[in-house]
C-alpha cells in the first residue's frame, strides 16, 4: 500500500508563500504521475497542479497558473508545490495524490493514492 504524506501547510497573510511536500513509500515513486488537489469547506475537490512521471511535463488549473509550481523528486520520493501570491480564495486542505494511468490526468477519479491532506489557510 502506498502511503503519502503531505506537510508544510500553515496559516499565511494574503501576498505570501507556502511550500508543500508529499513524500510517498515505495520503490517505484517514480513509475506514478503525481497531483495536487484541494477541497475548501462546502465545495467539491479540485484540481490544481500535476506533473508526470519524469518531472518534464506539468499541468495547471487556470486559478492557480502562474503563482504555484509543481516539481518533484524521484531521488527523494517527494513532490512539491510551491505556492506564491497568495489569495484567501487559495483556503482549503491540500493534497497530493498518485496516479498510473497512462497519461496525467485532472480528474480525480484517476488517482489511486491520496495523502491525508494539509490546511492551507491564507487570511486577507
Known amino acids: 500500500q502506498r502511503q503519502l504524506v503531505e506537510s508544510g501547510g500553515g496559516l499565511v497573510q494574503a501576498g505570501g508563500s507556502l511550500r508543500l511536500s508529499c513524500a510517498a513509500s515505495g520503490r517505484t515513486f517514480s513509475s506514478y504521475n503525481m497531483g495536487w488537489f484541494r477541497q475548501a469547506p462546502g465545495k467539491e475537490r479540485e484540481f490544481v497542479a500535476a506533473i508526470s512521471r519524469g518531472g518534464s511535463n506539468t499541468y495547471y488549473a487556470d486559478s492557480v497558473k502562474g503563482r504555484f509550481t509543481i516539481s518533484r523528486d524521484n531521488a527523494k520520493n517527494t513532490v512539491y508545490l510551491q505556492m506564491n501570491t497568495l489569495k484567501p480564495e487559495d483556503t482549503a486542505v491540500y493534497y497530493c495524490?498518485?496516479?498510473?494511468?497512462?497519461?496525467?490526468?485532472?480528474?480525480?477519479?484517476?488517482?489511486?493514492?491520496w495523502g491525508q491532506g494539509t490546511q492551507v489557510t491564507v487570511s486577507s
Open positions: 495524490a498518485a496516479s498510473f494511468a497512462a497519461v496525467v490526468a485532472v480528474n480525480p477519479r484517476e488517482y489511486n493514492y
